[in-house]
Nanobody
Framework: QVRLVESGGGSVQPAGSLRLSCASS????????MGWYRQRPGMQREEVAT???????KYLDDVNGRFTISRDNAKNTMHLQMNYLKPEDAADYYC???????????????WGQGTHVTVSP
């Protein structure tokens, strides 16, 4: 599996912005889907946003309109631009990469170590 490393987390005031990055040790061009997940204290991990190799994008309803996911294949990097941050956005954010073979069997399921986001006055 490729290695994924997140960066860009930190502390921000409500309505502020952060840009998260996910750097891959290998090419991401042919990886079918990459995404951002988050885990808030006392809660299960949830899918925040995903982006496919073809550019298809899905967002968690709570972040739709505030967050933007993108991938830069030339730099083997994925980003999550987070605007208008709310206290409930505070969480550990994780990068994920998944791929599948022609029989729809998963061939890749890689995770980063996570980057922490705090939103407080």
């Amino acid at each position: 599996q490729v290695r994924l490393v997140e960066s860009g987390g930190g502390s921000v005031q409500p309505a502020g912005s952060l840009r998260l990055s996910c750097a891959s040790s290998g090419s991401i061009e042919l990886i079918y889907v990459m995404g951002w997940y988050r885990q808030r204290p006392g809660m299960q991990r949830e899918e925040v946003a995903t982006i496919t190799a073809g550019g298809g994008i899905k967002y968690l309803d709570d972040v739709n309109g505030r967050f933007t996911i993108s991938r830069d294949n030339a730099k083997n990097t994925m980003h999550l631009q987070m605007n208008y941050l709310k206290p409930e956005d505070a969480a550990d954010y994780y990068c994920n990469a998944e791929d599948f073979d022609d029989c729809a069997r998963q061939t890749l399921d890689a995770w980063g170590q996570g980057t922490h986001v705090t939103v407080s006055p």
